[in-house]
């Protein structure tokens, strides 16, 4: 992934650079995200992570279940990026969700969603696989958009996230972390 691309993710995933208030009006940051079998700042479960191998996760990645609440009236459509920010690294990115959906069902996308490229060039979930020592925070964040992206399944990652933040009017995030 580019500078470019690892950038922006970051600044989609924390709230800096281009979802900043001042840069991006009123960013509401109210979107509550939930999981049944995940808790905010808790160990992500090892279903959702690889094996220890980055390599392993390419048939078992199992992507966990996601609810929210909160959004905003008038929203277009919704996006779904798993990231850790400290590895400016991408797991997952679900776009053009409709709006009235208030869950992902584990290991589900939606007949109409659509994925794009993540980190590993795969449009799918690509579990994360910690590898060392050092605690990582998994961030699973909605996005509320003005509208769909204009992108087909498959688009590539620093595209989508371009196009996520030009339409982002708000956000929550449930934040997971390695064990």
Known sequence: MGAAAAGLCLALSTG????????????RTDINVTSPLMQQGEPLPEAYVCE???????????????RWS?????????????DDPQEAEVFWVVFDLDPQLVELRQNTVPADAKQAENSAGEARYGAPCPTDQDIHEYRFTVYALE????????????RTLDAIAEQAVARGSLIATSS
């Not at 800096?16 to 840069?23: I, N, R």
């Open 147 to 158: 509208g769909t992206l204009d992108l087909p399944d498959g688009a590539e990652l620093s």
């Open 16 to 27: 800096c650079g281009v979802f900043s208030p001042s840069q991006n009006g009123d960013m």
């Open 70 to 82: 909160g959004l905003p009236d008038g929203v277009g459509s919704i996006a779904v990026v798993v």
């Open 52 to 66: 220890g191998d980055p390599e392993s996760d390419a048939d078992g990645a199992v992507s966990p279940p996601l």
